[in-house]
């Protein structure tokens, strides 16, 4: 079992960055590959980006790839999303996910992900 805890979101004009953060509990964090999908109003949740166990995979949607960096610090239990370039289409809540202790793949489903975070606000104004 791991509980995620999201923050560092924001509003925040185009073209600048922001950082999210995701604290996790639980001593098996550093055995679990880590997620962050969004989700804009009206749409359903989709993969941004995710990062395996060791920090030395990582996976992103081609609508991010080049401006957001998925990293993790495995002896703070935390993941991070670095997002740079911003667009108003980034505008979304923004969630943490884990994928199952003991699975490797670096996975852009959803329904491969049982734990969530609560998720934070990101707004990019134009």
């Known amino acids: 079992q791991v509980q995620l805890v999201e923050s560092g979101g924001g509003l925040v004009q185009a073209g600048g960055s922001l950082r999210l953060s995701c604290a996790a509990s639980?001593?098996?964090?550093?055995?679990?590959?880590m997620g962050w999908f969004r989700q804009a109003p009206g749409k359903e949740r989709e993969f941004e980006a995710a990062?395996?166990?060791?920090?030395?995979?990582?996976y992103y949607a081609d609508s991010v790839q080049g401006r957001f960096t998925i990293s993790r610090d495995n002896a703070k239990n935390t993941v991070y999303l670095q997002m740079n370039s911003l667009k108003p289409e980034d505008t979304a809540v923004y969630y943490c996910?884990?994928?199952?202790?003991?699975?490797?793949?670096?996975?852009?489903?959803?329904?491969?992900?049982?734990?969530w975070g609560q998720g934070t606000q990101v707004t990019v104004s134009s």
């Open positions: 996910a884990a994928r199952g202790a003991g699975y490797l793949s670096v996975s852009y489903k959803r329904d491969e992900y049982p734990y």
């Open positions: 639980g001593r098996t964090f550093r055995s679990h590959v």
């Open positions: 990062i395996s166990w060791s920090g030395g995979s990582t």
